[in-house]
């Protein structure tokens, strides 16, 4: 194993799951890794996230893929429905498997971190120990230097996973404006499950939408958008959904009475839609939202962050320099996450559609569609469902064999 001074040492900003994912990956590689996390807890409260084959392609490559699925529930049978119940579409899980070589698979984000957790040498996050990047270092000379509470840190790599606000990314770039409102609010909760069962579903209304997906746990995940100024707040936050979402089709009303109006996370959406120039300087690299925050309105946010640390760890060996691994990693990863988040703003725009003429006729497109079969829509994931990471994957299944779903989901 590494030593602790700067050769073989690198400092992760940021404890979520692409600082997590990258503290695993390059631990894998020899790295001795250090992860500073801000909050005292790591528990991410009332989040479910939907892994696409790509990630878990990604995880595979470091060994993860197969017990993060055993943690998982496959997301079954379901679609897209009015506010009033009315389906439009429905989803064919065998088919979108078949395509793109697995399932979307749905999990708590607090499983997947504390499985990260437990798969990292002990020691190895610092929570409640906030991270500033004083010095990016140079490529292959200058170590790169981090402060902490307890004094500073040198690293032959600093990964900058600190997230939508990233202050990692404004000392790389100060002359980028950042990410920029996109003019919607979500809602995140997670309650147990109604009595009675029902489709996962997403439904979409004018400017808004309603999305509740069975956990496999016994409990729900529950997200909601809607166009909403940035900044704006509610008194009561479950009050909000209520006055919004409480006259639309169940499950929702049931769902909205099990939670208590503490457990309702809501956060503004903003994305990077002016990519930045790189994903590095010096011996320093952004990850996830620090490097290309997207809508959430294709999934994919949490995914693309695994992506970006595999393929990171991918490139850079603790014996070799930092300097053509990190060049490697920004060529590699700006053009596939700038083409998935200006993917997902258009998937924006969709949603964004309030007049009663134009919902209608996005109702009408989608009902059309669903009836030529599940093939068309899955086009709308091509390119990246299917992506395969530059390293070999080593769970099963492999070679893009597609499992059977667990029964009952």
Known sequence: MPGTGPDGRAVVIGGGVGGLTAAVALSRRGWHVTVLERARDLEPVGAGIVLAPNAQRALDTVGLGDAIRSLASWQGEGGMRTPAGRWLSRTDARAAAERFGGPLVLLHRAALVDHFVRTLPEGTVRTGCPGELLDPGTPD????????????????????????????????????????????????????????????????????????????????????????????????????????????????????????????????????????????????????????????????????????????????????????????????????????????????????????PAVALRQALVSTVSRFGPELVLRTFDGIADWRPPAPTYAAPAHGDVPEPPAGR
């Open 141 to 356: 000379g200058r170590p790169a230097r981090v402060r902490t509470p307890g004094g500073e840190l040198e690293a032959a790599l600093v990964v900058g996973a600190d997230g939508i606000r990233s202050a990692t990314r404004a000392g790389l770039f100060p002359e980028h404006p950042g990410p920029v409102h996109a003019g919607f609010t979500t809602w995140r909760f997670v309650v147990p499950a109604p009595a009675r069962p029902f489709a996962p579903h997403e439904s979409w209304g004018p400017a808004s939408l309603w999305g509740s997906q069975p956990l496999g746990d016994g409990r729900v995940y529950a997200y909601a958008a809607a166009t909403a100024p940035d900044g704006a707040r509610a008194a009561d936050e479950k009050a909000e959904l209520l006055r919004r979402f409480g006259d639309w089709h169940d499950p929702i009303p049931a769902l909205l009475d099990a939670v208590s109006a503490d457990r309702v996370l809501r956060h503004d959406v903003h994305h990077m839609i002016r990519p930045l120039p790189a994903y590095h300087r010096g011996r320093t690299a952004l990850l996830g939202d620090a490097a290309h925050a997207m809508t959430p309105f294709l999934g994919q946010g949490g995914n693309q962050a695994i992506e970006d640390a595999v393929v990171l760890a991918h490139h850079l060996a603790p014996s070799a320099g930092t300097g053509p691994g990190l060049a490697a990693y920004s060529a590699e990863r700006l053009p596939r996450t700038t083409a998935v988040v200006r993917r997902s703003a258009r998937a924006t725009r969709l949603v964004a559609l309030r007049s009663a």
